[in-house]
DNA sequence: CGGTATCCGAACCGATACTG
DNA sequence: CAGTATCGGTTCGGATACCG
């Protein structure tokens, strides 16, 4: 799923994430990711434009409709990860792998 | 989100895909991903089953319970993609880009 | 402000060869 | 068969400097 390749290269997804609230310029953007360079701001918003999810505005980036559709579909996954994510963390404090405590 | 960079990896979501249908052994994973090698199928199958979403049995590699809840949030939105992948594939034959026609 | 060009170190993919 | 070790080649991330 080429999808995966994409949203999974770092700070993609945090910039659907920040869009999902509006429009927003690049520097609004980039603030808003803890202040990634520049570089890869700018090659992300390129391909998620040139794939169809962002779009530029007067009010800045957007999300397209497409854009849109996916975020609902992403959002229960983002939820499901989170609980995930937290199971994880549980799990390495209770197992001791190799220390002996 | 953590769970995308895992799973954007090379194969990671192959792997799952196979699995979804029942157990597999190391070998039929990967003949099933078109002779993967074994590096990467090892490393692949370390990460999933050290993040809990995979785990071994007699017949071989499964998912766990958690994998099977993350295969059916992962589903819809394995159709989404292929829509949309599509969706792009024609707007880039539609476009002409810079060749004049 | 908005965005691009350059460059380097780190991470990742993957072939091959090898052990149990 | 199942899995690990090693080692290039490539890609990616990101800092910096710079242009419109």
Redesign the pocket.
Known sequence: MALFDLLG???ALGIIWQLANGAM????VQESCEN?????L??RI?ELVACGLLE?SDQ?YQLTKTGEALFRHLKPLGAWSLQWADKLLVLEAAEPLNNET
Chains 1, 2 share one sequence.
Do not use: D, E, L
Request: charged letters at 30%; aromatic letters at 12%.
């Open positions: 290269r770092s700070w310029t690049f520097r609004q990634i360079s520049p570089t890869i700018n090659r390129k530029r800045g």
